[in-house]
């Protein structure tokens, strides 16, 4: 018998729950009758009852047993001394199931049953029920998963049951018999309908929300009744007997919890929009807007600086007027319907482009203050030259993200958040879009800045926007902003001038600007420039040189500008050759040439303070006891909080202050920077130095042990990521209490770079109750990795985790763990239905899964990330129950077959369908080695020799 799953009961602590199942698939003496789907169908109830609904598996029963072997073994079980009068019992048959000529009998076949002699051979469900009279077990929930010869048998079914009631004896505190017979005729019966049912009806909020501790036996099967996806031909009936009060608590609820009332849930939500909100806004005051300004921090003047790219800004702002951009003649309202001819996707998406320092980031910084109703009264708006056509409407954006560091999943949160509810799919959001957001006169719009420094830029794009841009039909348009490489990960071209602004294109190049933003750097970026009372007309001519060596790099004149500025006499000959060929024309020259200039023998100084933040996550490092001692564990140098003052005084300009949980963090000005620092370094010994010090610095208790709850915020939060980089997992794996309170979102990734058998082993600790981190207090977190230790065995770190259990807190002693794997990965959550088939690929070198869904659709994961790539495939009318995956002219493809009767070849990598074709009674499905397709049709093979696959149109397969 396997262990409590889901934290069920244990001895004395109240009912104990125990699932009996079995499944009959293979009658050897008459073949006409074997449902071979029935094996997983079985599979799945046992998963779907003892993970949700707090049951424990006897195992004893299997696949085919005689009417003898169910006699005996379940006798066995009702008999044992282990038994108690308040177990709870669940026993789950499904096979073929007849009933008497007369109606008055109700029999299940079982494998040893001879269709010559059905009366003899079969075993009457009435005597099924008297294997458990006179035996402890009182509360006995009888689930028949059957099929019946013709309909009367469909129909006779539950009135046959109904007769066993005065068989159950009474007595018994709350006895009850409960009989949930689902009843199909056999020659249209689909083997998995029920678990399938079942699980649906399980998981919705309409059964129960989260304050009922149980689910109602007859809510749960009304429901099933009344599920779309039962046929009309199936009935599941139900039959309370041989009760005296309510009906036995079955069935827990899996959503219950105290705290998780509809208020409750409202608040929660409304805190975590909340949070998300300040970490816009700290996004975007840190990022976006001091790009906007284009001034100074520190002692210097501040102000708005950056001007020009006025059609640029022009052109942006019609589009965000243009509340009709993306619907149809027809489509007043946003609704679900495809968008008609000529509302592509040029409609919905304008990105921004240019080579780093070109402005992009400044352009969108100020479209998006410009659209918020209080900072657009702190725009100057006559001083920078902006003209009426260069002013969106305000609140014309919803969400502004600058996507720096931020995952895929992190990214479609804040979107997600911004729009006022909760996803975790591309699919899922754009369907709440339609809910929340119908009769809105224009669609949702984000701004996202930084796609391409984001933690995974290529799969941000292909997973997350583009398939936004693709499936938008009115509900959603996007402002990016990015680096040209990028664009093909769009699907969008660099030619597209009605989609694509590129900064650095003569179209949208602004030398006046430029010149007009060197200007100022030259006269107001150093209190005491020489060029303050310079001859106007040598100011001219320095500008325009400084200018034209920077192309359209605002961010090198910026550079070159201050440099100058900080110098102690103007130049006196702005044409000599030697001079102008002197000045910088790329970031990193720019900075280098900055701090050699100014600083001499401190550039160095300058330099290695600054390169832990070009390594940094999140908002950026902290100051406070850890910026110091890190730059001097990356240099092998001694610096101090001295130092840092000093960088401050001296390149305050190369750094800005944000806040990341209450505290200041700080970061480089521009992504240039970053990677000028981090050229020449070894990145995996700069994350081990983060990882020794984050370490270093975490406080001692009085037993010599480190006391994780006194960590930094960024060391809970980032520690992982340093490490995984660092290749040293294992290491910190080590501290369980580290676990305890890291935070659960940015460990989790990294778990996959677990190496030693001890960090595996503590990987899939952890990975057991992944459900229970995020939410919990740092007490449950340790009681659910302790109990979950126990289970696996890791002695060692039990007793490190029991150490630091508070007073009157129970600690496990051992516990079995027979589902206990150490080789749990990543447990890929889908909102759809349950997986019954899977198949792995590689798309773009990354190992993926595609995984098939009762409802029809076929998903694909990252298996590296547990994410879902892109939209569902959807298409098949019916269960998918086969897929197989291959290579064709050198791109990944996958064929899915379903019930409905056909077989659909995919391309992965774009996520279309290549071609349809009729195959009934599909079974399975392999590619040979030379790219043929196998196919299993029931008692037939059939090999298919692929010609050449075309984008199917519609749904018709190619002729």
């Not at 992944?770 to 007793?799: D, F, K």
């Not at 897929?883 to 996520?911: F, H, Y």
Request: charged share 25%; hydrophobic share 40%.
């Amino acid at each position: 018998m396997t262990g409590p799953a889901d934290g069920g009961p244990q001895d004395g602590e109240g009912p104990r729950r125990y699932l009996i199942a079995a499944a009959v698939s293979r009658y050897p003496k008459c073949p006409d009758w074997d449902r071979p789907g029935l094996v997983k169908a079985r599979q799945q109830i046992v998963e779907l009852i003892t993970q949700k609904l707090g049951y424990r598996h006897h195992t004893a029963l299997g696949a085919d047993p005689t009417v003898q072997q169910l006699r005996e073994q379940l006798r066995a079980f009702c008999t044992s001394d282990e038994r108690r009068e308040d177990d709870l019992v669940a026993v789950y048959l499904s096979g073929h199931g007849e009933v008497g000529e007369a109606g008055s009998e109700h029999v299940l076949l079982m494998a040893d049953t001879d269709p010559a002699d059905v009366s003899f051979t079969s075993l009457p469900t009435a005597e099924l029920v008297h294997v458990f009279s006179a035996t402890r077990v009182r509360r006995l929930l009888l689930i028949l998963d059957t099929c019946y010869s013709g309909r009367v048998g469909n129909e006779l079914a539950g009135a046959a049951l109904e007769r066993l009631g005065t068989s159950w004896a009474q007595g018994a505190a709350s006895p009850g018999l409960v009989i949930v017979s689902s009843a199909q005729p056999h020659q249209q019966a689909q083997a998995g309908l029920f678990p399938h049912l079942l699980s649906r009806v399980v998981d919705s909020q309409a059964t129960a929300g989260h304050a009922p501790k149980h689910l109602s036996v007859s809510a749960v099967v009304q429901q099933m009744n009344g599920h779309d996806d039962k046929p009309a031909y199936q009935h599941i009936s139900l039959s309370l007997l041989g009760l005296t009060g309510e009906p036995p608590d079955f069935l827990t609820n899996p959503r219950h919890s105290t705290r998780l009332t509809e208020v409750d849930l409202a608040l929660q939500d409304a805190a975590d929009f909340d949070a998300e909100a300040r970490r816009r806004e700290t996004e975007f005051t840190s990022r976006l807007l001091v790009r906007a300004m284009g001034s100074y921090y520190g002692k210097y003047a501040r102000g708005w600086w950056f001007c020009g790219r006025h059609k640029a800004l022009a052109e942006v702002t019609a589009w965000l007027d243009s509340e009709n951009s993306n619907r149809g003649p027809d489509q007043d309202e946003l609704s679900g319907n495809a968008l008609p001819g000529g509302a592509g996707t040029g409609d919905v998406v304008r990105v921004v482009t240019a080579g780093p320092g070109s402005g992009k980031t400044a352009v969108l910084g100020l479209l998006a203050a410009l659209t918020m109703p209080e900072r657009r009264r702190t725009v100057p708006i006559d001083e920078i030259g902006l003209s009426s056509r260069m002013l969106p409407a305000e609140r014309s954006i919803d969400v502004v993200m600058y996507a720096q560091n931020l995952t895929n999943a992190e990214v479609l949160s804040g979107f997600a958040a911004a729009a006022g509810f909760k996803c975790a799919t591309v699919s899922e959001f754009l369907e709440g879009l339609e809910r929340r957001h119908r009769g809105r006169r224009r669609p949702f719009t984000v701004l996202l800045d930084a796609l391409d420094e984001a933690a995974t830029p290529d799969t941000l794009c292909s997973q997350v926007v583009r398939p936004l841009i693709e499936h938008s039909k009115g509900r959603i348009r996007l402002l990016l902003g990015t680096r040209p490489y990028l664009l093909d990960r769009l699907g969008i071209s660099a030619d597209d001038q009605n989609q694509v602004l590129d900064l650095d294109s003569n179209r949208y190049a602004d030398r006046h600007a430029l010149r007009a933003y060197t200007i100022r750097n030259l006269i107001a970026s150093h209190s005491a420039s020489p060029y303050r009372e310079a001859d106007t007309t040598l100011l001219r001519h320095v500008a325009s040189a400084v200018a034209t060596a920077a192309g359209t790099s605002f961010l090198v004149a910026r550079f070159a500008a201050y440099t100058l500025a900080a110098a102690d006499r103007v130049v006196t000959d702005p044409r000599d050759p030697q001079w102008r060929a002197s000045l910088p024309r790329h970031a990193d020259e720019a900075m280098r040439d900055d701090l050699t200039r100014r600083l001499g023998d401190d550039a160095q100084r300058a330099a290695d303070l600054l390169r832990p933040l070009a390594y940094a996550e999140g908002q950026g490092l902290p100051w406070e006891g850890i910026w110091a001692p890190l730059a001097s564990a990356i240099s092998g140098r001694t610096y101090t909080d001295d130092d840092l003052l000093w960088l401050r005084r001296n390149a305050g300009s190369y750094v800005v202050e944000a806040i990341e949980n209450g505290r200041s963090a700080y970061r480089l000005y521009h992504q240039a920077l970053t990677e000028h620092l981090r050229e020449g370094t070894d990145p995996a010994a700069v994350h081990s130095a983060f990882v020794d010090t984050l370490t270093t610095c975490v406080p001692y208790r009085s037993d010599a042990t480190r006391d994780w709850s006194r960590a930094h915020p960024y060391t809970l939060n980032h520690l992982a990521t340093h490490a995984a980089a660092a290749e040293r997992l294992d290491d910190i794996l080590k501290a369980t209490e580290y676990l305890v309170h890291a935070t659960p979102y940015n460990l989790t990734p990294h778990l996959q770079h677990a190496k030693s058998d001890e960090a595996c082993l503590t990987a899939a600790v952890y990975r057991t109750a992944l459900h229970l981190h995020a939410p919990a207090t740092a007490a449950v977190r340790r009681q659910a990795l302790a109990l979950n230790a126990a289970r696996a065995g890791a002695t060692t770190m039990l007793r490190q985790l029991t150490r630091h259990t508070g007073r009157d807190e129970w600690t496990p002693t051992w516990a079995t763990g027979s589902d206990f794997t150490p080789a749990l990965r990543e447990t890929l959550v889908t909102d759809r239905v349950d997986v019954s088939a899977v198949a792995c690929a590689v798309l773009d070198g990354k190992p993926v899964a595609v995984t098939e869904g009762r409802d029809g659709t076929v998903c694909v994961w990252d298996l590296a990330t547990g994410q879902p790539i892109g939209n569902p495939l959807t298409g098949h009318e019916r269960m998918v129950n086969v897929v197989a995956c291959t290579v064709l002219d050198g791109k990944p493809v996958a064929v899915t077959g379903s019930q409905d009767g056909t077989a659909r070849v995919w391309e992965l990598r774009a996520g279309r369908l290549l071609h349809t074709f009729v195959a009934a009674n599909f079974r399975a499905a392999a590619f040979s080695a030379d790219g043929q397709l196998v196919l299993g049709l029931e008692r037939d093979i059939a090999v298919l020799r692929c010609v050449k696959y075309q984008a199917a149109d519609g749904d018709s397969p190619r002729d």
